[in-house]
C-alpha cells in the first residue's frame, strides 16, 4: 500500500487477480476454472518489487479522479467492488491479495431521494429549474445529479 502511494498512484490491481466472488451473496471467490483472471491494459501497468514476493505486475490507477467505462458484462462492477475493498488486506486464496488502494480512498455514488444540507454544488452543477442555488444547496429529496455532486465535495471536504 506504501509503495503504491510512494509512487504517485492511489490503487492497484495485481495481473491474475481473480475479482469476481462466488455469488453476490458470498465473499469467496469465484471458481478459478470460471472466473476470468485479471489483465491490466498495458497502458496502465507498473510492475512493483516486493520483499517477499519479489516483482508484481499489474494495473496501477493515478491519483485523482478515475473513471472507468465500458460495455455490458465487461467487469466494470466486479472492478469497482475488488478497489472498494482494497483498503483492506486479504487472506491468501481470497484472489484479491494483491488488491490495494490508499487508505484515503472514497466510493462515490449517486443516492437518488437523500437529503443534501448547504453544499456548494456549483463546481457540477450551475442552472438548477426556479434559479435555485448550487452555492448553498440543500434538498430533502436530492436528484441523482445533484447527490453525486454534494457526496464528492463533501468527500473532498474531509
Known sequence: ????????????????????????????PMDKTKAIAFKSPASLEQTFELPHTGQVTGMAIKSGVTVIVGGGFHG????????????????????????????????????????????NISPFINNLPYGRDTYNFSTPDASGSTSQAANIIVAIEV
Not at 16 to 22: E, F, K, T, W, Y
Request: aromatic share 6%; with cysteine; net charge positive.
Open 76 to 119: 466494470k462492477s466486479t472492478v469497482l467492488a475488488a478497489l472498494e475493498n482494497g483498503i483492506y488486506n486479504h487472506v491468501p486464496g481470497d484472489g484479491r491479495e494483491f488488491v490495494v488502494c490508499s487508505k484515503r480512498t472514497v466510493k462515490i455514488r449517486a443516492e437518488d431521494g437523500r437529503a443534501v444540507n448547504s453544499v
Open 1 to 28: 500500500r506504501e509503495m503504491v502511494g510512494g509512487a504517485g498512484f492511489s490503487a492497484f490491481v495485481a495481473n491474475g487477480a481473480i475479482l469476481p466472488r462466488a455469488s453476490g451473496a458470498s465473499d469467496a
